[in-house]
């Protein structure tokens, strides 16, 4: 198990009420698969078990081609998986990015589940998921898992909410991965949804001033009846 620096699990009754953010589709609800998003590796959609889909990215079928994954999401890969798990290299991988801008002070959150057939033995085979904000931090590894419920895997940490706040004013990008290490075999998955931009900054969408407009005009309807 790894300590984690992150704060998780908090709700988020702010994002509803603030317009939508610069993130694309980060519920996946769009019928265009992935719009908005960039991958490497094995990534696609599946149904989120709520309202829509949500992103499953795979090691089966995953890139080797790490150059393009570190240029892409401006990592070291291989340098991300012996920090995070000790030893090792990545053996392939699989990524899913976009970039967005922050006009005021902004908060990103995402659900998340780390999904492995790895059964324990997490020395050399401790595959492990990551997203990336400014710097790349690790998610969970095969350690962290217990016996799961999703097709294709035979264990999962669960779902998880992750919680960035205090992001200043500029363009970023966020990306998530997951990595089999040392070798291709026996997979590891990530499920990613509700990828949510909460920023100060964001112009208040026209729909609530034109509310308010005529939720006035009702209440001065309303008034000259009664007189
Ligand atoms: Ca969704
Ligand atoms: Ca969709
Ligand atoms: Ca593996």
């Known amino acids: 198990m790894f300590v984690r620096n992150v704060v998780t699990g908090l709700a988020l009754s702010f994002a509803l009420s603030s317009a939508h953010g610069a993130i694309i589709n980060g519920d996946f609800a769009d019928v265009v698969s992935l719009n908005g998003w960039s991958s490497i590796g094995n990534v696609s959609e599946q149904p ?3 309202t829509d889909d949500r992103a499953i990215l795979s090691t089966a079928s995953g890139s080797t081609n790490k150059t393009l994954i570190n240029s892409e999401l401006g990592i070291n890969i291989d340098a991300l998986t012996a920090s995070y798990t000790g ?38 085979n401790n595959d492990f998921a990551f997203y990336v904000l400014q710097s790349a931090i690790g998610l969970a590894d095969v350690g962290d898992t217990v016996p799961g419920v999703i097709s294709g895997f035979s264990r999962e940490t669960g779902f998880s909410t992750e919680v960035i706040s205090g992001l200043s004013a500029g363009t970023y990008l966020i990306g998530f991965g997951v990595v089999n290490k040392n070798n291709t075999s026996t997979n590891s998955g990530l499920l990613i949804d509700n990828v949510i931009l909460a920023d100060t900054g964001a112009t208040t969408s026209t729909p609530l001033p034109a509310t308010v407009a005529l939720l006035g005009l009702g209440l001065i309807g309303v008034r000259r009846r009664v007189r």
Not at 99 to 123: A, K, P, R, V
Request: zero cysteines; hydrophobic letters at 35%.
């Open 48 to 50: 989120d078990g709520v």
């Open 87 to 124: 030893s090792g290299t990545a053996g392939n991988a699989s990524v899913l990015y976009q970039s967005f801008n922050i006009i005021g002070t902004g908060t990103i959150s995402f659900d998340w589940n780390f999904l492995t057939s790895e059964t324990g033995n997490f020395g050399s």
